[in-house]
């Protein structure tokens, strides 16, 4: 078969139409992509797509660390590295239309790889002076740690740099930036999270939870990227344990009905993101967006929804690093109505 009827049958049957090297499919269900650094994307914006979905379909991709997969063995720096948190996608998804929600099922993810890696940058972190919060000392040096990853325990293993000592930690896989394009023409930098997701660095994006997020434009325009093997909460020094990532997602539409926010939901909580400076306005947009969904879903008044929360409501900083900082609210589907 030439490659132009091998391409054709591929569109009709998968309907797949990629703009970039690297899109297939395996089956009438399933797109699979191929993320390089040489197709990667640095900024959340609208943009050709990569390959088409359709409601219901899988996204069997990978991701690139956030640092490329340039930082390898001991010696490498960030000098080496393009750009921060490359980005697999965008994904247009067929029938996404602005005032619709994309819903992202998070199927299963894979660490890509045997090794992670830990960095702590200049002018980086939240205990580090940065050129908006202002110190007359110097910056913190740029320190580098590699983490082993055992697959078959599940843990990667902390060397400290400056004593013998070691830990295992386990596994939580992640995807610390996933979200769409943002609204009216704007193009947000990798390392943002905003309405539009992004580089929330929410470890509720993992295997099991589902994902809401706005669509702004045609298509919904999915990216995601910034694979994490394990974070602390905060992600205070700037990174987690960066990992390349393998994902497989399901998208889904929710057809005339919006999301002001990044939500995730799983069979025993629902969780709304909150995200914005100073950290309390990120905890009111969080908090409000779950008595509002609380309201809309489950039949309870605002008040009744925000003095529930009052009482069983739980807060989980994300991450206090990025430019906006990133809240997950949630509550156990146990204290709620039947949904209606």
């Not at 991709?61 to 000098?79: Q, R």
């Not at 990992?243 to 009905?257: C, E, F, N, T, Y």
Request: glycine share 10%.
């Amino acid at each position: 078969m030439s490659f132009r009827a091998l391409c054709a049958t591929m569109l009709f049957c998968f309907a797949i139409m990629p703009t970039q090297s690297g899109a297939q499919s395996t089956d009438p269900q399933t797109v699979t992509y191929r993320a390089t650094i040489d197709n990667v994307k640095y900024v959340y914006a609208t943009a050709p797509p990569v390959a088409h979905l359709k409601p219901t379909n899988i996204l069997d991709a990978n991701s690139l660390d956030c640092f490329g997969n340039a930082i390898k063995k001991p010696g490498d720096t960030t000098a080496l590295v393009k750009g921060d948190n490359p980005l697999t996608g965008p994904f247009y998804v067929d029938g996404a239309e602005p005032g619709d929600t994309l819903v992202v099922k998070v199927l299963d993810l894979k660490v890509d790889g045997d090794q992670g890696v830990g960095e702590l940058g200049a002018y980086f972190g939240a205990l580090n002076g940065t050129r908006y919060t202002a110190m007359l000392h110097p910056a913190l040096p740029e320190k580098i740690w590699f983490y082993p990853i055992d697959h078959a325990s599940n843990t990667a293993t902390f060397q400290a740099l400056d004593s013998g000592f070691k830990v295992k930690i386990p596994l939580h896989p992640f995807l610390g930036c996933i979200g769409v394009a943002p609204a009216n023409g704007e193009a947000r930098s990798s390392i943002v999270p905003a309405e539009f997701g992004g580089n929330m660095d929410a470890s509720e994006a993992s295997a099991g939870n589902t994902i809401y997020f706005p669509v702004n434009v045609p298509g919904g325009l999915l990216y995601f990227g910034d694979g994490h093997a394990a974070m602390g909460d905060g992600e205070i020094a700037g990174s987690a344990i960066e990992v390349p990532m393998h994902a497989r997602l399901q998208v889904d539409l929710i057809k005339g009905k919006a999301t002001g926010w990044p939500r995730f939901e799983n069979d025993n909580e629902i969780m709304a993101a909150g995200i914005y400076r100073p950290v309390d306005d990120a905890l009111r947009i969080a908090y409000t967006e779950l008595v509002a969904w609380i309201h809309a879903d489950y039949g309870l008044s605002e008040i009744d929804a925000y003095e529930l929360l009052s009482k069983v409501g739980k807060v989980h900083m994300a991450e206090m690093v990025d430019p906006n900082y990133v809240v997950i609210a949630s509550v156990d589907k146990k204290y709620l109505p039947p949904k209606k």
